[in-house]
């Protein structure tokens, strides 16, 4: 999962400081809601949820906590290797 921050400050150390911010935020959210802070191999969190929604969800809380509300994009890297068929080529 991804935020962009699109409409916060143009330069790069303001949005790089934005991300931060909800970086942190998330975590402060997900360890009052008693789930998992650690921080995976190539930084974020990981915590288990039922659903992609709840991730979604607890993004944009943080987004909101942070103080920056409709002014990130939500991204996502979806590896090929998690839907690609070997046998078909798709």
Known sequence: FWIVPDKVNSNFKEKLRACSE???CLGD???VND???DVGN???YSPDFEKTENAWDFIQEA???AGYENKFYLGLDAGSTTFF???SGK
Do not use: A, P
């Open 22 to 24: 909800v970086f942190h």
């Open 35 to 37: 789930l998992d802070t």
């Open 42 to 44: 190539e930084g974020g």
């Open 29 to 31: 959210i997900l360890s």
């Open 63 to 65: 987004i909101k906590k």
């Open 85 to 87: 068929n070997n046998n």
